[in-house]
Every structure is written in C-alpha cells, then in structure tokens.
C-alpha cells in the first residue's frame, strides 16, 4: 500500500511544528523533578525509620498471626472441599443443561 502524496511531507510538518512544545513539556518536567526531588527525599527521611521500626515491630506479630491462622485455614480448606466439589459438579451439570437449551433453541 503505497501512501498518498504529500503524507510523509506533512507528517514532518507536524512533528517540526510539534517539536517546540515537545522541548517545553521536557524542560518543565525536568524543572518539576528538580523542585520536587528534594521534597521527596525529605519525606523518605523522616518516613523511612518508621517504617522500618513498624516493620521491626509487626514481624512478631505476623509470624504469631500466621502460626495461629494455619490450623484453621486448614481445617476451613478441608470442610470446604468437598462442598466445593459438589458446586463445581453441580455448575458443570447447569452449563450442560444451558448448552442443551440453547442447541435446542437454534436447532429445533
């Protein structure tokens, strides 16, 4: 497919007219990061020892969530399981049943 003519002359018209602005949006983004950088470290300063000190503290407490959590997540997964085995049955039997249907619906 060839392009019509003119295209491509255009197409670098554009971008020539473009260009300009492309230059300013670069500057003024580099210009924001300039500005903005330091107030971003500052803040990572005074947030990062907290956060590393809630962490600290947390891990205990997450480990003990954890070991506490683990035998009744097991005991919900094993009651659970065969009840989700019979809805995934039953689902299979209703999707066979609406196959059925709509095969009969537009072949009757």
Known sequence: MTEPKGFAAKADEL???AAPYV??????????AEKVAPYIQQAADKVGPKLHEAA???GPKI?????????KIQEAREKAGPA???????AEELAAKVRDAV???KHP
Do not use: D, F, M, S
């Open 103 to 105: 095969q009969q619906k």
């Open 56 to 58: 600290e503290k947390a």
């Open 84 to 90: 989700l085995q019979q809805a995934a049955e039953k």
């Open 15 to 17: 971008a020539q007219q």
């Open 23 to 32: 230059e300013k949006a670069k500057q003024t983004a580099a210009q924001v």
């Open 63 to 71: 480990q003990e969530a954890r070991e506490k959590a683990a035998p």
